[in-house]
């Protein structure tokens, strides 16, 4: 049988000692531990909706996997393992030799087990990620705990997957097809931050889900966003598009009270971080540049839309 040829062939690696039963049975077993939380999600990535045709498919493994581990993150969480549910045209040896090589390479560099899902044939390319994850019971961070006067913070830099998906082949694409999850970061933000999201959609609107989870307002300096060299040399109007409107970012924004963020500017993080604006009262976004206010229309990705 085909299926259970692909399964073990490509997704039936050995797994880690934390998980109780992996690939081979009807579900798999994991025992939680004491006192945490399971924290869970799922992505899909359609082929020539989510990433082009062509993409290389270690990239589309990888990427499969980041965008969940970035969702583990978001909540402060440590992830643990994910399940594959994926639906395949035809069955090229190629494609998933390299598939399942960059899907185990992002497992292995965040210490995540594959430990099960579905292998099914259809039309279109289609691969759904569940990501499990643990946190300490009530310790997560959510969306709706931004107060006035924290600071709003965002990892990395953005716009680049963006940018790069418009100008193909530049350097930036590495931003576009190997997005990094920032699982160290996300930990560490446990117990500090107010309120945390990831930023898939455009760090404008995916602020703006914290924002309204919050029943609050946030100012940005546009002088303050942290934006590549290369989209530097672009017009102004046109950088603030990329970075504050651009999808597939995958870094965390975050607000935090200023007395968090001292503790959390005395920690070794993986990720630079910049302060880009503050929690206010007044409802809604609003941004400055050199102080005087600035006023800006943006709209990130929409699905439906
Ligand atoms: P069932 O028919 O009971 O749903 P399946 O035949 O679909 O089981 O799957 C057999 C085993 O292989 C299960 O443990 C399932 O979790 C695993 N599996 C199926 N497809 C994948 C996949 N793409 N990646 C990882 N594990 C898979
Ligand atoms: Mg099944």
Not at 24 to 33: E, F, H, K, Y
Not at 192 to 198: C, F, K, N, R
Not at 280 to 294: I, P, R, S, Y
Request: aromatic letters at 8%; a negative charge.
């Amino acid at each position: 049988m085909a299926e259970f040829s692909i399964i073990d062939t490509y997704f039936n690696r050995q797994i880690n000692s934390s998980v109780d039963l992996g690939v081979g049975d009807d579900s798999a077993l994991l025992t939680p531990p004491p006192n945490q939380q399971l924290v869970i999600c799922a992505d899909t990535l359609v082929a020539g909706r989510h990433f082009p045709l062509d993409t290389n498919p270690h990239a589309i493994g990888w990427k499969s996997v980041a965008v969940n581990l970035s969702d583990i993150a978001a909540m402060g969480a440590k992830p643990h393992s994910i399940l594959l549910a994926l639906s395949l045209p035809q069955i090229d040896h190629d494609w998933l030799k390299g598939f399942s090589q960059g899907l185990y390479d992002c497992c292995d560099q965040f210490g995540v087990s594959l430990i099960g899902g579905d292998t099914t044939q259809s039309p279109h390319l289609t691969i759904s990620v569940t990501a499990l994850g643990w946190i300490e019971a009530g310790q997560a961070v959510t969306r709706s705990g931004a107060q006035i006067g924290d600071y709003v913070c965002v990892s990395g830099q953005v716009g680049d997957a963006a940018y790069a998906l418009q100008h193909l082949g530049h350097h930036l694409q590495k931003r576009l097809d190997y997005p990094t999850p920032r699982c160290q970061l996300g930990q560490k933000l446990k117990g500090l931050a107010s309120s945390m999201i990831d930023i898939s959609d455009g760090l404008a609107q995916d602020l703006g889900h914290i924002l309204k989870a919050s029943h609050v307002g946030a100012t940005l300096d546009l002088d303050q966003l942290p934006i590549d060299a290369a989209l530097k040399k672009l017009q102004q109007e046109k950088q603030w598009q990329y970075a504050l409107a651009g999808g597939d970012d995958y870094e965390l924004c975050f607000t935090i009270s200023p007395q968090n963020y001292e503790k959390l500017l005395q920690q070794q993080l993986d990720v630079d971080i910049t302060r880009i604006g503050k929690i206010a009262q007044e409802k809604g976004l609003t941004f400055v540049q050199n102080g005087v206010d600035h006023s800006l229309q943006f709209h990130g990705y929409q699905h439906f839309a």
